[in-house]
């Protein structure tokens, strides 16, 4: 087995946030568009690929997007399984084992236990044990070559 390279020390993997629901909307997307440039040099330009999702769209979203001098790109619609290798590559893997550990977890813990800051939990420890630097880059090896 290819032995897994790791994270640059300089990547926050572990940054999580959620709303009540579960669901993505504009003020988490915009929280994680300032965390993303803190990942970077202030001075350099981000490019970011997303769905459709109203989430990522909005008035107050594109402004605060230009401000940190982050440049989206939209999937076409109904295109994000050809055209979004990370969706297939590793949220595909990162969801599956997590509905199979969440369902096992399910099972030990009552109910009430389950909530989101545990399926947190989940994915961080699929993240950390499964999801390589490698596995990332390979998944963008289809549009490369």
């Known amino acids: ?9 300089n990547i926050q993997p572990h940054k999580t946030t959620f ?18 440039r803190k990942q970077f040099p202030q001075n350099s330009k981000i490019n970011l690929i997303l769905d459709q999702s109203s989430t990522h769209k909005g008035n107050e979203t594109e402004s605060l997007a230009n401000k940190l001098n982050i440049k989206f790109y939209f999937i076409p619609a109904g295109c994000t399984d050809n055209l979004q290798p990370l969706d297939i590559r590793v949220n595909g893997v990162l969801k599956a084992i997590g509905d199979k550990k969440k ?13 989101i800051s545990n399926s947190i939990s989940v994915l961080i420890d699929i993240w950390d044990n499964i999801i ?3 596995t990332i880059q390979d998944s963008w090896s289809l549009y490369t070559q």
């Open 1 to 9: 087995m290819k032995k897994k390279t790791p994270f640059p020390k």
């Open 19 to 36: 709303s009540n629901s579960g669901w993505n909307n504009e003020i988490l997307f915009r929280k994680y568009l300032r965390f993303l």
């Open 103 to 115: 369902a096992d977890l399910m099972d030990i813990l009552e109910e009430e236990q389950g909530g």
């Open 132 to 134: 390589s630097i490698d």
